[in-house]
């Protein structure tokens, strides 16, 4: 007689089908499909206590559009006028990032994860989801501030704005390392 397994396991079990299916098919774009989803599916398991989400999803929020970034470098603006022409290009160096992530965003079409037993926690502006704006606007502000400001909390900060995108089920690993990837090099152009 066998025994039921465990929601652990199960989860375990469905986060490695992909990667069965992958050595089935033996391409790498299954490879890497597989690997993207194995991914997901264990960080996007780690979403279990619905008032930690809480918090998860304000501080996301924040990041939408950049507007936790815009904020930020208008600010500095204001109270640094000394500053005020470095702040306006790094502030004008985030708006960038994130009008070109959404425009390759538009033009690629990537659909969100839609995973059965995982749904996202949080709506989103569009269903679209490779890269991930949020990530490409929080690494160029890293970037783009880090003459500005002390560079370790404002890579911390744009570290955990992009994982929260997986956290909530609304990115694959791949649309966060391609928004982290973009913005980088678009913060670096506007230093």
């Not at 098919?25 to 996007?44: G, Q, S």
């Not at 999803?57 to 600010?75: C, D, I, M």
Request: proline share 7%; glycine share 8%; net charge positive.
């Amino acid at each position: 007689m066998s025994t039921p397994k465990s929601s652990a396991s199960a989860s375990e079990a469905d986060a490695a089908a992909p990667l069965r299916e992958a050595a089935r098919r033996r391409t790498p774009k299954a490879w890497a499909n597989a690997v993207d989803l194995a991914i997901y599916r264990k960080f996007r398991q780690l979403a279990r206590d619905p008032s930690r989400t809480k918090y998860v999803k304000a501080y996301s929020s924040l990041g939408e559009h950049g507007a936790v970034w815009l904020g930020l470098g208008a600010t500095g603006a204001l109270l640094n006028p000394s500053r005020a022409y470095e702040w306006r290009r790094s502030t004008l160096t985030v708006g960038a990032a994130y009008l070109i992530s959404t425009s390759i965003k538009l033009a690629i079409g990537r659909q969100r994860p839609a995973v059965e037993d995982l749904p996202h926690l949080m709506a989103t502006p569009t269903g679209l989801s490779f890269p991930s704006s949020h990530s490409s606007s929080s690494f160029a502000a890293a970037q783009a501030y880090g003459r500005l400001l002390p560079s370790p909390p404002l890579y911390c900060a744009a570290v955990s704005m992009a994982f929260t995108r997986m956290y909530l089920g609304v990115h694959y690993p791949s649309d966060i390392a391609a928004g982290a990837l973009l913005g980088t090099l678009i913060g670096r152009l506007g230093r």
